[in-house]
């Protein structure tokens, strides 16, 4: 029996056809398929989907007619997760079968589009953030996936309102690579009371290095002699994140700040 169809990309086949004359799900077997799952979202959202049904949905808007469950089935099982496959570098998505770049790109726009949700949703909330919730959610889903480090601040108001979300420096982060000055800037640009500073580990771990902590140290310095307060720092990591403020070096070089500030007055 004929092959379906053949699709060629970057050297790479992929063929759809019969096997052993057993013709697979037809058109309308298929398309009765999709409207299936549809429609569970529909009534129920994705409780009870496992997680190549939530691919394989999501692979749908794609539109085409060929079979989505096996790319979907194969995303899951070389990305372990939907999380996996929303993360997976474009180049990487190519290499599996039936993802071809229209697919992709389905994929890339969801996980762009989860980003700028969780961003607006962050800086359009009226409700007062520290270490919220909130502010972990969408940090983790816009940086835990990059392959260099980034160093952002959310910048708030007095009332800890978001005002906005800078992305600051990319690279190695060292003492050096990070200037207050920079940062205070947008600070005074957006008129912030106060601000989180963020940066990611691409390694996956969050424990944070010497120079993480001195840069932290250092921008809570420079915070203190303009009255900017520094709620946190967060390291965000492959599957969790790093709190200064938690586990309590926020305070600690809050108060050294003050400490010096105090000594400079006395001896000035």
């Not at 997680?51 to 099982?77: F, M, Q």
């Not at 070389?78 to 997976?88: I, Y």
Request: aromatic fraction near 8%.
């Amino acid at each position: 029996m004929a092959l379906a169809t053949i699709s060629t990309r970057k050297n790479h086949i992929v063929k759809y056809g019969f096997v052993g004359g057993k013709q697979p799900e037809g058109k309308d077997d298929r398309k009765g398929h999709w409207e299936r799952l549809r429609k569970r979202f529909a009534q129920d959202g994705l409780a009870g989907f496992h997680d190549y049904e939530v691919v394989e949905l999501l692979l749908t808007l794609a539109g085409g007619r060929i079979d989505t469950k096996s790319a979907a089935k194969e995303s899951i099982k070389r990305f372990k997760s939907v999380r996996g496959v929303l993360d997976a570098p474009a180049e990487e998505l190519a290499g599996i079968a039936g993802l071809w770049p229209k697919r992709a790109f389905v994929i890339e726009f969801a996980k762009a589009l989860a980003e700028r949700y969780y961003g607006e949703r962050l800086t359009e909330q009226k409700s007062v953030l520290g270490n919220s919730q909130a502010v972990v959610d969408y940090l983790s889903l816009s940086m835990r996936a990059l392959d260099k480090e980034s160093f952002c601040a959310v910048y708030l108001d007095a009332q800890n309102g978001p005002l906005a979300v800078e992305t600051l420096f990319e690279g190695t982060l060292t003492s050096s690579a990070v200037y207050p000055r920079e940062v205070f800037k947008k600070a005074l640009k957006h008129n912030a009371a106060a601000v989180i500073f963020a940066h990611n580990h691409p390694s996956g771990s969050t424990e944070p290095s010497d120079n993480d902590r001195q840069i932290t140290r250092d921008l809570v310095m420079a915070a203190n002699f303009m009255d900017i307060r520094v709620l946190d720092h967060i390291v965000v990591g492959a599957n969790s994140h790093f709190s200064f403020a938690d586990h309590g070096l926020i305070r600690e070089y809050g108060k050294e700040a003050l400490d010096f500030q105090e000594s400079r007055r006395r001896t000035g």
